[in-house]
């Protein structure tokens, strides 16, 4: 007789579980953004000290939850930032334009080849990200 309510009780359990479950995880995820492409140039000013940078992305949901983090990198220099609320989440494709500053220690950037690394997250969760070399154009020292 155990056996058998256990044959009914059982099934239906796990299936509370997961429509209980189900809906949560949806909800977490309609949050998304993605990189389409980071573009191939890097703008410093004359004196190496900052450097813009260029990406296409597509995202939707709230925007609020995603933040951004960029990182520029060439030999000794070593430029990043994080930051919030910067991205048009509406489903199209845009591009989304980040001024860095050196850290620190870090060195002046110079005329030539740059690794450049781009991520998307919501909370602890990564939603895209790419890298890319890149040309750094515009220093004079």
């Given at each position: 007789m155990n056996r058998a309510r256990l044959l009914f009780?059982?099934?239906a359990v796990a299936g509370l579980i997961l429509?209980?479950?189900a809906p949560a995880s949806?909800?977490?995820?309609?949050?998304?953004?993605?990189?389409?492409?980071?573009?191939?140039?890097?703008?410093?000013?004359?004196?190496?000290?900052?450097?813009?940078?260029?990406?296409d992305?597509?995202?939707?949901g709230d925007d609020r939850?995603?933040?951004t983090h960029v990182t520029v990198r060439q030999g000794n220099a070593r430029f990043?930032?994080?930051?919030?609320?910067?991205?048009?989440?509406?489903?199209?494709?845009?591009?989304?334009?980040?001024t860095l500053s050196k850290n620190?220690?870090?060195?002046d950037l110079e005329n030539g080849r740059a690794k450049v690394t781009w991520e998307y997250t919501a909370g602890r969760r990564?939603?895209?990200?790419?890298?890319?070399?890149?040309?750094?154009?515009?220093?004079?020292h």
């Open positions: 009780v059982g099934p429509a209980g479950v949806a909800a977490s995820h309609r949050t998304d953004a993605h990189i389409i492409r980071i573009d191939n140039t890097a703008w410093a000013n004359r004196d190496g000290d900052r450097v813009r940078v260029e990406a992305y597509r995202c939707t939850d995603i933040t990043d930032k994080d930051f919030r609320d910067r991205l048009k989440c509406d489903g199209y494709r845009h591009t989304q334009h980040v620190r220690k870090s060195h990564s939603l895209d990200d790419a890298w890319r070399y890149v040309r750094v154009v515009g220093v004079r």
